[in-house]
């Protein structure tokens, strides 16, 4: 259990753990390349051990050397059929990313995960991929995990997204290295580009024209790979600086990726004093040290159109906007809903606990500011990393300590993140 202390203020210099969305794709695309890569700053979090976990399984050979991944990859064709059922655990991307690999592979598998991922409907990427030719299915005919893959060639497509989701594009995208003629993959509104930006580099043959990612049948070519610190982790203290007068926060080394950024753009609205130092680019990625002074905040609108960009920092800018003076609203969020918890639920709930005013709409949130923060009191994380962490940022405007049940979670994301915190806290 995490329990949370008063402070007055949030001062000092900190890094976050590798971005968790990079450290995926990297294991999984260099599992896939010809020759040996590695992955400095890989995340070791729970999530991407899962994915290193599922690799292994397929035999590809990877060792922890120092702070990176070395990773012995196999090409396109190489990897080999498991042993026994893959475990994504709790992570999704893993489950829905592998399988645009594995539905080329000339073997049959099952992947599954834990009781919350097996909760999480697959139907965004099932869709797709049978109209690629591949044959997969949940349990019992459901789009539900287990995952049963049958290996089979595959087929370019021409496919429009009907939401914005990185994971569905990029299992799309993992399909199409293998698919016979061109795979096109369109959007309406942007998904984080990691997979993009990953494939160009390792040689795939990858064409970004506004809105439409055209990729041919390629072979992959192993390199070494930088991993920033994650704009996602970054956020809870980012955040916390910003709501809070008097603090001074500097965040070195965050992945600054234009699809991943709208955390800074919706805090800017909010009257926030942030400024983007020593600016760099990784293989493609933007990189650069955020610096974060505090002052009183006011509410914004977030809609649809941003929330692709921002969709993993929902449950601390709710905590924020509580903070914040004026309403803060917040719509077209309902993929919240299908998330490790259904954090729109799950805020409403645990954040009322705290005295916030806070209302539920079908795709988002309501919130009225700002609220006197309740102290002594214990909350739910519901076993969901971001709502554990943000209820964690919640508690540092309590008057007295707030307990979060089951904190054990943040290791899904986040190691290390209780030494962080008390490192800055004043």
Known sequence: MLKTQTISRIEGQITVPGDKSISHRAVMLLSISKGK???????????????????????????????????????????????????????????????????????????????????????????????????????????????????????????????PSA?????????????????????????????????????????????????????????????????????????????????????????????????????????????VENQKNWAGEKVGDLVVRGRMLHGTTITRELVPVLVDEIPILAVIAAMAEGTTTITGAEELRVKESNRIAALVAELGKLGVRIEELPDGLVIQGPSRIRGGVELASYGDHRMAMALAVAGLFAPSSVRIQDSACIDISFPGFKRVLQKVVK
């Open 37 to 163: 890569g590695r992955i400095r700053g890989f995340l070791p979090a729970l999530d991407c051990q899962n994915t290193i976990g599922c690799f292994r399984q397929l035999g590809v050979e990877i060792e922890h050397a120092g702070q990176g991944v070395v990773i012995s990859g196999r090409g396109l064709r190489g990897l080999r059929a498991p042993e026994k059922v893959l475990d994504a655990g709790n992570s999704g991307t893993t489950m829905r990313l592998i399988c645009g690999i594995l539905a080329a592979q000339g073997f049959s598998c099952t992947i599954t995960g834990d009781a919350s991922l097996q909760r999480r409907p697959m139907d965004r990427i099932i869709g797709p991929l049978r109209q690629m030719g591949a044959a997969l299915c949940g349990v019992d005919g459901t789009d539900r995990p287990p995952l049963t893959i049958e290996g089979r060639k595959l087929r370019g497509i021409d496919y429009t997204l009907p939401i």
């Open 167 to 275: 994971q569905v594009k990029s299992s799309i995208l993992l399909a199409g290295l293998y698919a016979e003629g061109e795979t096109l993959v369109r959007e309406v509104f942007p998904a984080r580009d990691h997979t993009e930006i990953m494939l160009a580099s390792l040689g795939a043959r990858i064409q970004v024209d506004d809105g439409t990612i055209r990729l041919a049948c390629s072979e992959l070519q192993a390199q070494e790979i930088r991993v920033p610190g994650d704009i996602s982790s970054a956020a809870f203290f980012l955040c916390a600086a910003a709501a809070m007068p008097g603090s001074h926060l500097v965040i070195r080394n965050v992945g600054l990726n234009p699809t991943r950024t709208g955390i800074i753009d919706v805090l800017g609205k909010m009257g926030a004093a942030i400024a």
